[in-house]
């Protein structure tokens, strides 16, 4: 990317671990700017590329964020689905606003700004390793400064009495109930297990330590590979779960597979999205559709799924169960659990009703 600056012009290299473009327009802005000019620059496209102080440009940041408000508020006449993409909408706004006040990152990785921090770990865990005069927004940095944070002190996970540490893009366990359910439920065999989608590895490691003695967990991002390995090795299961790197099912049939695909029918907008939203229900259909070509006969297959997008009017449970029959499999059994998450009592969340409803169930599903 370019920009003017001193009567000539100047350039770096864009880089984002969301896959954001790199913005057309970038003027070069100091301690001088305010809040409210921050917010009139990026309302019409214009990225603000900060050269002063480093704490000022987060005390701005974040007064773009207050100024933006709570967005639009409730019709009476709106569906659940109608509210759903509002605030959706209104997220991804808020987001590509505040994504245009950026930072240079030199070489190391390091902020050459006053008073910055050491964010050598954070950024390269986002971004890699930077070798040349690079910008960012600093609205993602500060997300990978979070998210370092996750990974170097970990989630605890009550089922494993022991802590997840998830790698930056990397889904992590923040809601314990879908991990209790794998953890509770009746072992159809120990022998082998494949958890498909493993993201941190969470599900996969649950089975190891329950004494399934080998399990594969697969993912098709390498970061959630990498992840996986480290917290099997952490964790002392290394000799019985791997992490491998495949779309979907590795080869083989299992006695158990099981797979907790992305809750929400939606597109995502970013790649930190793909864990959260998925498009026509790809991953699930499709986890439903090959899963009798990879069980072992008299096996099970163990999707773990919330109910949110029933409350929300973007799919019907008759589309789940015509789903399930129609890729020649049976129901079980079925363990459903109430969300213990904070904003499942929060009424002051936009999505408060569906999220209060909410259901997560373990769907034990087997071949007709």
């Not at 190391?108 to 865990?125: H, K, T």
């Not at 971004?127 to 944070?149: D, F, Q, T, W």
């Not at 990397?170 to 009746?186: G, K």
Request: with cysteine; proline share 7%; glycine share 8%.
């Amino acid at each position: 990317m370019t920009w003017a600056e001193d009567g000539g012009s100047r350039s770096a290299r864009w880089r984002s671990a969301n896959g954001r473009p790199a913005p057309a327009r970038v003027q070069a802005v100091t301690d001088s700017l305010t809040a409210d000019e921050a917010n009139r620059m990026a309302s019409q496209g214009v990225a603000m590329l900060w050269q002063g102080d480093f704490h000022n440009a987060r005390q701005i940041l974040n007064a773009m964020d207050r100024r933006m408000g709570a967005g639009k508020k409730k019709n009476a006449a709106d569906t659940p689905a109608d509210e759903f993409y509002r605030h959706r909408q209104s997220r991804s706004h808020r987001a590509r606003m505040l994504g245009l006040l950026l930072i240079p990152l030199d070489p190391g990785p390091v902020v050459p700004l006053r008073r910055s921090p050491d964010i050598q770990a954070a950024a390269g865990e986002a971004y890699g390793e930077i070798r040349e005069p690079s910008v960012v927004s600093l609205h993602e940095l500060v997300g990978a400064i979070g998210a370092h944070e996750w990974r170097r002190n970990g989630v605890y996970v009550d089922a494993l009495q022991a802590r997840i540490h998830p790698h930056y893009g990397t889904f992590f366990p923040t809601r314990s109930e879908y991990v209790d359910l794998v953890a509770a439920a009746p072992l159809p065999s120990g022998t082998l297990a494949f958890d498909v989608g493993t993201g941190t590895g969470v599900l996969a490691a649950v089975l190891a330590r329950r004494g399934v003695q080998r399990v594969v967990a697969t993912d098709n991002e390498p970061r959630a590979i990498a992840c996986a390995g480290e917290n099997f090795r952490n964790l002392g299961v290394q000799d019985r779960a791997e992490a491998v790197l495949t779309d979907m099912f590795p080869p083989g049939r299992a006695p158990l597979i099981v797979c907790n695909p992305p809750w929400i029918p939606a597109t995502p907008h970013s790649s930190l999205d793909n864990a959260v939203y998925d498009p026509g229900s790809r991953m699930l259909l499709r986890f439903l559709n090959e899963l009798p070509a990879h069980l072992e006969p008299g096996g099970e297959g163990w999707l773990v799924l919330s109910d949110l997008a029933e409350h929300l009017g973007l799919r019907t449970r008759d589309d789940l169960l015509g789903a399930i029959e129609a890729a020649g499999l049976t129901v079980l059994e079925r363990f459903d659990t109430k969300p213990n998450h904070p904003k499942a009592s929060d009424r002051s969340d936009p999505l408060f009703e569906a999220r209060a409803a909410e259901v997560t169930s373990l769907w034990r599903l087997v071949t007709r």
